[in-house]
């Protein structure tokens, strides 16, 4: 997707024009990356190449048979460079402008006595200067990373890196400007690595006078660092309550595991980024240790056995959080870092406002989505009884309307499968800053634009099951109905353009005579049809299909009245 969109954006200079190298030095890896910040998908952040070296900084000066910190060794130096040669011709091979790559270090090299000998090292050997990120701009750049994460983010967060833990609050508004703490952020020594130090100096038992000093020690040190950011009373007072985002590796695991207890079975979006939990499950630190070291438990999906190894000391800050945070409602993961985090900070509030299901989508969008999006539009209206009047977002609608035709030309036998799977493994699955339930909306509604679950192979109904307990309440019906719209208009409308006007949709509401609402949906065709050819009419009574009980997602739906031409087209004429 991003070289589509960097081909288009570049023209004749070349899409490389729109790429930058990145290395973030951090306490437990190093991770380099090359982004197509090309403005027509800069929003969600698309990345050409990713990859990571296992070199661990914090533990090279935290060696077990030190008591305390040494020197970054020379080995470990050379291993460094080693992999900062190869990144450099790696850029070279994508033909990354020199002037758009940077190196990043955070609190490991930081902290290091011989910080300035080692970024010497590294310069001398690539060319490239290395960026030391004070305290308080690492934990910006870290907000930042957040902010790109979601389309949307108000309330606190948290970044816990290796050596380190940075909190802010944040608030991205609907202009795409960034607010946060004046503070900047506050850093904590309480990174996963260096608690797991701490810990063990303290001792294991929870009952022992050492541990309950530090634990003392942690929690008012996290309460300070509250008072410090001074959390704005909107956010504080907010009617969804506070919201709390962590980002970080260590979180990340705790994420991986939650997931994997989670009561949807196997879970179906295999991606952090948007993963939401409730306070309560998150503070749960009992069962997410014993997910971790139980022999039952197979291997956790993205827990390596470092990240495993870490979540004592990740439990531990959980539990002291528990105890310092004000009152937390819901818990979402973030994927962004410092890559996501620097980039963002250099967007503009234009491309940062952006909705990111939108951007995803905009490259396979036809010609015209405005006109299809305003007659989908037409098609939604809530019942008498609803106690919400939106039940779509614009934003959700268009990227609909953008990714209708993506399959099309599909197989038959794979083009509601694929549609489904298209937001966790195949089109949509890299889009940077997207819920889970987002991804799940759009996959269902995709589905059903294809016939929905009765269309995919058994393989595909057993996933579909489960992803579809992901959307909000009473969505799940809505989402078969308006997908199912949707194929009519593809019918009507197959190139996606509207050169002229073919069909109008007009929806009203009706009782039975036992009080049962019943929606009323008119396909009007403003040329005159003779005989609807076999498509059109198979797409047609799918709609009504919705309808039926036997249909309606757990119990939930409305019975539907098909009308063509205000004349009613039922089962009579299959």
């Keep these: 997707m991003a070289r589509v969109g960097s081909a288009e954006a570049g023209g004749g200079e070349g899409r490389a024009r729109f790429y930058h190298g990145l290395v973030d030095m951090g306490s437990n890896g190093i991770r380099f990356s090359i982004t197509d910040l090309a403005p027509i998908t800069s929003r969600i952040l698309p990345t050409l190449y990713l990859d990571r070296a296992g070199i661990s900084l914090y533990d090279a000066q935290h060696p077990p048979s030190s008591p305390r910190a040494v020197p ?16 450099k011709s790696t850029c070279a091979d994508f033909h990354v402008p020199d002037a758009q790559i940077r190196i990043v270090a955070t609190e490991a090299t930081r902290v290091a006595q011989n910080s300035e000998a080692f970024r010497k090292e590294i310069e001398d050997a690539t060319g490239w200067g290395v960026e030391l990120l004070p305290k308080e701009v690492e934990g910006r750049i870290g907000a930042y990373g957040v902010a790109s994460s979601y389309g949307q983010v108000r309330g606190l967060v948290m970044d816990l890196g290796g050596g380190s833990t940075q909190i802010t609050w944040l608030w991205t508004t609907a202009e795409g400007e960034v607010k946060m703490s004046a503070k900047g952020s506050v850093s904590l020594p309480f990174g996963a690595a260096a608690l797991g130090k701490r810990l063990e100096e303290a001792g294991s038992h929870h009952s022992s006078r050492e541990f309950k000093k530090f634990e003392k020690e942690v929690v008012e040190k996290l309460k300070d660092a509250v008072k410090e950011i001074e959390i704005p009373e909107e956010l504080l007072k907010g009617k969804k309550g506070l919201s709390l985002y962590l980002s970080g590796g260590g979180f990340r695991g705790w994420g991986f595991v939650l997931m994997s207890e989670h009561a949807i079975r196997p879970y179906p979006i295999p991606i952090i980024n948007g993963f939401k939990v409730t306070k309560d499950a998150f503070d749960d630190t009992r069962a997410v240790k014993a997910a971790v070291t139980s022999k039952e438990t197979p291997e956790i999906f993205r827990v390596s056995q470092r990240r495993a190894s870490q979540v004592p000391s990740v439990a531990f800050l959980v539990d002291c959080l528990s105890q310092a945070l004000p009152s937390i409602t819901n818990v979402y993961f973030c994927q962004g870092g410092v890559r996501e985090g620097m980039h963002f900070a250099d967007m503009s509030n234009e491309a940062r406002r952006e909705n990111p299901l939108v951007t995803a989508t905009r490259l396979h969008a036809r010609e015209s989505v405005q006109e299809l999006v305003q007659l989908l539009t037409t098609a939604v209206k809530p019942p008498p009884s609803a106690q919400t009047r939106t039940f779509f977002d614009i934003a959700l609608l268009t990227a609909f309307i953008q990714a209708m035709y993506v399959h ?30 987002q991804r799940a909306l759009l996959a269902i509604l995709l589905c059903e634009r294809y016939g929905g679950y009765p269309s995919v192979s058994p393989t ?6 489960r992803i579809v307990q992901l959307l909000p309440s009473g969505m799940a019906w809505w989402c078969m109905y308006l997908g199912r719209v949707a194929a009519v208009m593809a019918s009507v409308y197959p190139a996606g353009a509207v050169r002229e006007e073919r069909l109008k949709v007009n929806v009203q509401w009706t009782l039975t005579k036992k009080e049962n609402e019943v929606l009323c949906i008119d396909f009007r065709f403003l040329k005159a049809i003779d005989e609807l050819d076999e498509g059109l009419q198979e797409a047609l009574m799918k709609v009504e299909k919705a309808g039926k009980k036997k249909n309606w997602v757990e119990g939930s739906g409305h019975k539907v009245l098909l009308l063509v031409n205000g004349r009613e087209y039922g089962e009579g004429h299959e």
Excluded at 420 to 429: D, E, K, P, Q, V
Aim: hydrophobic letters at 50%; one cysteine or more.
């Design 408 to 437: 099309a030309a599909f197989p038959k036998d794979l083009c509601g499968g694929a549609a489904l799977r298209s937001t966790t493994t195949g089109f949509f699955a890299a889009a940077h800053g997207i819920s889970h339930e």
């Design 460 to 465: 595909e109904q057993d996933f579909y099951r």
């Design 72 to 87: 970054i060794p020379a080995p470990v130096i050379a291993k460094v460079i080693k992999a900062l040669l190869r990144f």
